[in-house]
């Protein structure tokens, strides 16, 4: 998957197919930031404090078009975030709190939890919102994250009863399930394969529950900081079966395999102060294609909008290398200018390439 490029010739190389890759987007409760990351673990800032955006745990979800959909706080609407970053405004928000967001299985509806007045809303296509649900304002009924199972019945996290409900089509609850199958103040809320994955924030947990209701630990010790769970927020699965994890107790992010080992993606106290929603995108990453050259050792990178490819260079035109590494790039456009930094010695050339991360 790779293409290179030399000052005196152009020589592409290309494999058939394009590469899978997982995007990590996570939100800065704090500094009204979101992140993305590539599944190395390299991050970037996508949308910029200056945008205006305040998301909160779950507040977000990707549509089959690749825009990002989040809940802006600060504002009390929904903004929908193109793949190059730009915003625009979707629908409007109740002026309250707002937890998680989710679209349907079929990719159409839009569905928000409203934690400060108990309700959750639906919206279509087109921003209109309708409610599905609703609760008696004062009780504890306050949905915090939701999830669709396989069928397409709607589940959501309520910390304040400290259970997990189940919604019917007309939006009547009952529930699913509750402290006795291990949940401790439910938060981000998951489902994959079968099972419901659930962030328990006081007891630094996550908890397995299957299809009647049963849970089993997954990850964590109940009561301790040290196995990667610190007041975990929001949960979300990449394609492969990968779990990330936001913690806001020690502002990290996590990532645990399918048997629940976990391990550091972005370390305590990184980039974040208080990370919330995570949302993952798996995209197709086309080859690079590189350009003319430019002056002074440049040239362009063409890919896909949102793919990040590792620039490289060589003293030999074959694709044996040694290759070494200058950069790795995110397109935000379909076109990326580089310039190589390091002059060319009497006029050994220097042939490029850009691989797919």
């Known amino acids: 998957m790779t293409a290179m490029l ?18 990590i987007f ?36 990707f549509h089959s078009s690749g825009d990002l959909y989040v809940v802006n706080n600060g504002n009390h609407s929904i903004d929908k975030i193109a793949p190059d970053g730009t915003r625009s405004f979707f629908s409007a ?93 439910p938060q981000g809320l998951v489902y994959r394969a079968g099972f419901f994955y659930v962030a328990n924030q006081n007891n630094n947990t996550i908890w397995k529950i299957d299809s009647s209701g049963n849970g089993t630990l997954f990850a964590g010790v109940p009561g301790e900081t040290t196995h990667g769970l610190y007041y975990p927020n929001a949960l979300a699965f990449d394609s492969t079966g990968n779990l990330f994890v936001s913690n806001s107790g020690d502002s990290s992010i996590w990532k645990f395999d399918q048997n629940g080992v976990g391990s550091a993606f972005v370390p305590p106290y990184g980039p974040f ?17 590189l350009g003319s050259p430019l002056l002074y050792a440049g040239f362009t990178v063409s890919g896909t909008i949102g793919c990040s490819y590792s620039i490289e260079w060589s003293p030999n035109s074959g694709n044996n290398g040694p290759w070494t590494p200058l950069t790795t790039i995110t397109l935000s456009s379909s076109s990326y200018s580089y310039i190589d930094p390091t002059p060319v010695i009497n006029n050994n050339s220097r042939f490029y390439r850009a691989i797919v991360q």
């Open 26 to 61: 996570v939100a800065g409760q704090n500094d009204n930031t979101i992140r993305r990351f590539t599944t190395g673990g390299v991050g970037s800032v996508f949308v910029p404090a200056s945008a205006g955006v305040q998301v909160q745990i779950g507040g977000m979800a």
């Open 93 to 185: 928000l109740y002026p309250v709190s707002v937890g998680g967001i989710i679209f349907d299985n079929a990719g159409v509806d839009l569905y928000v939890a409203n934690s400060g007045n108990g309700i959750i809303s639906k919206y279509a296509p087109d921003g209109t919102r309708s409610t599905f649900a609703s609760h008696l304002f004062g009780l504890p009924w306050t949905p915090n994250s939701l999830a669709f199972d396989g069928s397409g019945a709607l589940y959501a996290s309520l910390n304040g009863e400290n259970t997990i409900r189940l919604y019917d089509i007309n939006g009547n609850s009952a529930i699913f399930a509750d402290a006795s199958d291990g949940l401790a103040g």
């Open 6 to 23: 030399s000052l005196m010739a152009v020589a592409l190389l290309t494999i058939s197919a394009p590469v899978a890759q997982a995007q």
């Open 273 to 289: 102060v208080s990370p919330g929603a995570i949302a993952i995108k798996d995209q197709q990453c086309a080859p690079a294609v």
